[in-house]
């Protein structure tokens, strides 16, 4: 598909369309939607930054290529002032303090933010069921999950109810359900995107990235959101992408994970799929190597314990002190334990227990 | 599931059989190379410690301050009231 970015701004520089008509289209879309892709809409702002772009057009000034285009965001980044509640029990009246880097870039490209979109719990899910704003349905088969954990962004993509969406990636949050609603999704490499204002999940591996109809979009907004922040020490500088590179790529080698495909558990469509897949990349003329890592089980837990064990560390703020549903017991400890086992959700409460002995298993004597 | 976490139940994890799965994993990240290879630098995304920023203390605007007051869960008379302390 053609770039949705660059077609909505030739409309808006030819005065085809006004921003504010394009938003509040958008936005009507957004609140009848009946895929439960919506925590809250964003309308006082979008409409206000809206309004500032028409003026811009009116008055002849030249409009930068993002300014003016609707997006989403999933609700686990800061965006001041509006809530922000990871979709979550414990955190559904918090309110952004400050904005996280990777939107700031966007808001500073003049890009419209319309709407805190649905996603698995603190992103921890792969369905978008697991959320106090109701099961994310699929877009295109409302019968069907929409994935996750990023999965109300992938379907306000995909119903075009925004032109791009913000998601979080820590275990194919944004690739998956990009998949299941037949969009893009991707997740860049690690430190490309400043983490600043994303709620964290499993540190060492979470991501910012985009997801959009076509490829021209994923890589207009991610290099609007790479590079080096001060904020976060794991951020890098990277190069910027071209369009020439993607157009003209001069990939030679693609590998893929044998073990995966081996695996007993992988579905026989998907697994003919895939290497179909392969084939018709072999046809290119690019070397495909099976790359042979250790056994998929173990790559799974691999995963599994570091991402349980951060996890645990970085819910461990959630404790109802600073912020979120505090309920009150008979001393502090208590308070602790009935704040997160009433607000926690009961799977949350699981994984936190399966957290808890990696932890006390690498480090006992801190945990115990 | 229990809404409180009982010394039991804690004390059962604590005493949990070690997984074989996670075993050999453990074993693996043992095992593996450390990578420091200077030429083997296609990936090279990890920040070196010169590369660290200076601590420095940035004052949160106005604006921040209120909303972290409005996030807090419970507030009397102009006060913000925390969870009770455990005494002794």
Do not use: W
């Amino acid at each position: 598909m053609e770039s949705q970015i660059k077609k909505i701004h030739q409309q808006l520089v030819s005065k085809e369309i006004t921003c504010t008509a394009l938003v509040q289209g958008k936005l009507d879309l957004l609140q009848q939607n009946t895929y439960n892709s919506v925590n809250s809409t964003l309308d006082v702002l979008a409409l206000e930054l809206a309004a500032k772009v028409d003026a811009k057009i009116a008055n002849g000034e030249t409009i930068g290529l993002l300014e003016g285009i609707p997006f989403g965001i999933k609700d686990v980044y800061m965006l001041q002032g509006t809530y922000t509640t990871a979709s979550s029990d414990l955190l559904k009246n918090y309110k952004s303090p400050y904005t996280a880097t990777a939107i700031q870039k966007l808001l500073d490209a003049g890009a419209i933010p319309l709407v805190k979109e649905n996603c698995d719990s603190f992103g921890h899910g792969s369905s978008s069921e697991n959320t106090i704003f109701g099961a994310v349905k699929n877009a295109v088969n409302p019968e069907l999950v929409a994935g996750g954990s990023s999965g109300g962004s992938a379907v306000n993509v995909a119903k075009e109810y925004t032109v791009f969406s913000i998601g979080g990636d820590t275990g194919g949050s944004i690739r998956q359900p990009a998949g299941y609603n037949h969009i893009y999704g991707f997740k860049p490499t690690y430190g490309r995107v400043s983490r600043y204002g994303l709620m964290a999940y499993a540190s060492s591996t979470d991501c910012v990235g985009p997801l959009a109809k076509s490829i021209e979009d994923v890589r207009i907004v991610l290099n609007v959101m790479s590079g080096k922040d001060p904020k976060d020490q794991t951020s890098i500088v990277s190069n910027e992408i071209s369009e020439e590179s993607i157009e003209t790529s001069n990939v030679k080698t693609v590998g893929y994970f044998k073990n995966f495909i081996e695996s007993e558990a992988i579905d026989a469509k998907v697994k003919a799929d895939f290497l179909a897949a392969i084939e018709k990349i072999r046809a290119k003329g690019i070397e495909v190597k099976e790359l042979d890592f250790f056994k998929s089980d173990i790559l799974v837990s691999t995963y599994y314990t570091l991402a349980m064990a951060e996890t645990a560390s970085n819910l461990s703020r959630l404790d109802g002190t600073n912020y979120g549903n505090r309920i009150e017991g008979e001393n502090l400890i208590d308070t602790y334990a009935v704040t997160r086992s009433e607000n926690f959700s009961e799977e949350r409460n699981a994984e936190l227990l399966v957290e808890t002995k990696y932890y006390l298993k690498v480090f006992p004597k801190e945990y115990i | 599931m229990s809404k409180i976490m009982t010394v039991d139940i804690l004390s059962s994890i604590k005493g949990a059989q070690p997984s074989e799965s996670v075993n050999k994993l453990f074993d693996v990240i043992k095992n593996a190379s450390s990578n420091n290879n200077p030429s083997n630098n296609v990936n090279y995304n990890c920040v070196s410690v010169s590369d660290l920023r200076e601590d420095v203390v940035v004052e949160s605007s106005a604006m921040e301050k209120q909303l972290i007051l409005e996030n807090f869960p419970n507030k009397k008379n102009g006060f913000l009231v925390v969870a009770k302390v455990i005494e002794g």
